[in-house]
């Protein structure tokens, strides 16, 4: 586990014109509403309230920026794939995603994190084709490991693989917010990505 003295929200940007000004390497966090984001960005940074946990889908149309002891940030990107999204809604989303791609010189690199139980959805697939046309280093992560039945999870991530076509730099990760995990293994991979010249 990374331990960081300071780990905080510093922003909340509707658009780029709010994105803040700064020059520490950035990952973006990306996936479905209720993926388990929030509690990944708790669970990695070791604070139990940094991003808010919670069932608030479409809530949030907004990049949180969060400072990581003036070395990193993590952007919580806002949650897709929910149901009831309008057109315009989806057009707005797939606008600052690509504002942010194209114009973030800061951006390192995304994780996409998918829910271990399920297979990824064409979302997922999607926001991972954006990633790699930006030439984005990418992490996955297979949230909510736990609620999945030990004898099942090999073929779950197996799955999860092959549906997002993984080659061997994309490596997947497994992740639980409530079990014990192997975050260090994850964060050698962020720290990788961060840490890219
Ligand atoms: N069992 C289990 N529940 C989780 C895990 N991660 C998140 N959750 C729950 O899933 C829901 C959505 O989590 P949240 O972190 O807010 O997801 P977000 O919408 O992607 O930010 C909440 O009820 C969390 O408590 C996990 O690893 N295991
Ligand atoms: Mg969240």
Not at 115 to 143: G, K, N, S, W
């Amino acid at each position: 586990m990374a331990v960081f003295q300071k780990a905080e929200l510093i922003l909340s940007a509707p658009s780029k014109k709010e994105w803040p000004n700064s020059d520490l390497p950035e990952i973006a966090l990306a996936g479905r509403s209720n993926v388990g984001k929030s509690s990944f960005i708790n669970t990695m940074t070791g604070r139990k309230k940094l991003a808010y946990v919670g069932n608030t889908p479409g809530k949030t149309r907004l990049l949180n920026f969060y400072n990581l002891d003036d070395k990193y940030m993590f952007v919580d990107v806002p949650g897709y794939g929910y149901a009831n999204i309008s057109k315009r809604q989806l057009i707005q989303f797939g606008e600052m995603m690509e504002d942010y791609f194209r114009e973030r010189k800061q951006n390192k690199g995304i994780v996409l994190l998918v829910d271990a139980r399920h297979q990824p959805t064409e979302d997922d697939c999607l926001m991972l084709d954006f990633a790699r046309y930006y030439e984005l280093p990418i992490v996955v992560v297979a949230t909510k490991t736990d609620k999945v039945k030990r004898s099942q999870l090999l073929k779950h991530m197996k799955v999860i693989k092959e549906t997002l076509q993984l080659d061997d730099h994309e490596p997947l990760f497994r992740f639980s917010a409530v079990e014990p995990c192997d975050t260090d293994a994850i964060w050698e991979a962020l720290l990788k990505i961060f840490q890219k010249k």
